[in-house]
């Protein structure tokens, strides 16, 4: 699987957009990004995926450029629960099914 | 709530101990992994068992030891454990599909280890 690069913190003010950056540029044409993401001492949770489309869920954006070596994750409106440490993984959905963690951007939204 | 429950939640053993971490889950998955998370580091993937077959060993010691008795519930056995293995232990599952279905893993809340 495709290495991914993140920043190692950001802070967000609450009630802003937090976008948070992901580089991926060895991603081969099958893999997907995955954003994951883990709140202090539970375990990480899934929170979108996109292969080379613009996604939102209920929870996120993920604009995904053009080449697909880099990725955005836009949380719309910060919330204080929304601090917790985002992973990037880039991944195919078949064969190997390991997913491999970084070390993340550790988010921190300031009240 | 992920649907993963980990039993118990907290673990602090000896380390001529043998104790055991459950993981279950009743959300029809077949995958099931055990992770483990020390501070400061990344998760490191343990074991992948596929429809109750091991199907990865990630190079782990053998004084952890996995069992899948079924798809629903997956054990990690410890026993002569060191100090520096104190970590998180999580568990995740993840349901099957087609080459094109996604691969979201659903984790526990893990259990926290303390080896004294």
């Known amino acids: 699987d495709a290495k991914t690069t993140q920043p190692t913190s950001m802070d967000c003010a609450e009630g802003r957009a937090a976008n948070l950056p992901c580089n991926h540029s060895?991603?081969?044409?099958?893999?997907?990004v995955y954003w994951y993401r883990q709140i202090h001492s539970q375990g990480p949770q899934y929170i979108i995926h996109?292969?080379?489309n613009n996604e939102t869920n209920e929870m996120a954006s993920l604009i995904i450029t053009e080449d697909r070596k880099s990725s955005t994750l836009i949380l719309p409106h910060a919330t204080l629960r929304d601090t917790a440490v985002y992973y990037c993984?880039?991944?195919?959905?078949?064969?190997?099914?390991?997913?491999?963690f970084g070390t993340g951007t550790r988010l921190t939204i300031i009240p | 709530e992920t649907g993963v429950t980990q039993t118990p939640r907290h673990l602090v053993m000896g380390m001529t101990n043998k104790k055991s971490l459950k993981c279950e889950q009743h959300?029809?998955?077949?995958?099931m992994y055990w992770y483990k998370q020390s501070a400061k580091k990344p998760l490191e993937l343990m074991f992948v068992?596929?429809?109750?077959?091991?199907?990865e060993n990630n190079s782990v010691p053998s004084r952890f030891s996995p069992e899948c008795p079924n798809s629903s519930h997956l054990f990690l056995h410890l026993h002569t454990l060191q100090p520096e293995d104190s970590a998180l232990y999580l568990c995740?599952?993840?349901?099957?599909?087609?080459?094109?279905?996604?691969?979201?893993?659903?984790f526990g809340p893990g259990t926290r280890l303390t080896v004294l």
């Open positions: 995740a599952s993840k349901g099957q599909g087609g080459w094109s279905s996604y691969n979201e893993q659903f």
């Open positions: 060895t991603i081969s044409g099958n893999e997907y």
């Open positions: 996109g292969l080379k």
């Open positions: 993984i880039v991944h195919r959905n078949f064969g190997n099914e390991k997913l491999t």
């Open positions: 959300l029809g998955h077949n995958a």
């Open positions: 068992y596929n429809f109750k077959e091991q199907t």
